[in-house]
């Protein structure tokens, strides 16, 4: 299964595309629904749970990460339209990359009151993990494109 990691062996972020939830579905809507499995090891904590996203939050990822390896300044981010997880890459200007974020497993809001991670990495990440970050990226898109057009 295709997947993007941030960080390192020790403290990351992990995120596995399994398959599409409505493989059927060609419009953007439905189509574009990716059930996933959300692996955290942050510090003490580590926890793993399941997580819907969308096709379209790949690609905006990708191309904020690949802007910010250009031009070795700004920031990336993964968000999505439900609440599963976001995460923050900043690069400062020695090239290392800050990351923050917060993982919330699917009806932790709802049943648990804001129950979660909020989360920065110990350590700064260099700036030479993004090329593979990006890869990663384009090998999820690539197992899972967009399908339709939002406008339809």
């Known amino acids: 299964m295709p997947e993007f990691v941030v960080g390192s062996g020790v403290e990351h972020i992990r995120v596995e595309v399994l398959r599409r939830e ?74 290392r990359v800050s990351v923050e974020g917060d993982a919330k497993p699917e009806g932790a809001g709802r049943v648990f009151g804001e129950v979660g991670l909020d989360f920065q990495l110990s350590d700064f990440i260099d700036q030479s993990f993004l090329p593979a970050l990006i890869a990663q990226l384009r090998e999820i898109e690539s197992a899972f494109p967009v399908k339709g057009d939002p406008s339809s």
């Not at 409505?22 to 059930?35: E, I, K, S, T, V």
């Open 22 to 95: 409505w493989p059927a579905a060609d419009d953007y809507w439905d189509g574009n629904w990716l059930a996933s499995r959300v692996a955290v090891r942050i510090g003490p904590w580590i926890g793993a749970y399941d997580a819907m996203f969308r096709a379209e939050d790949f690609v905006r990822f990708r191309e904020s990460v690949e802007a910010m390896h250009r031009d070795l300044d700004g920031s990336a981010r993964f968000f999505t339209m439900e609440p599963f997880l976001s995460i923050d890459l900043k690069i400062d200007a020695h090239g």
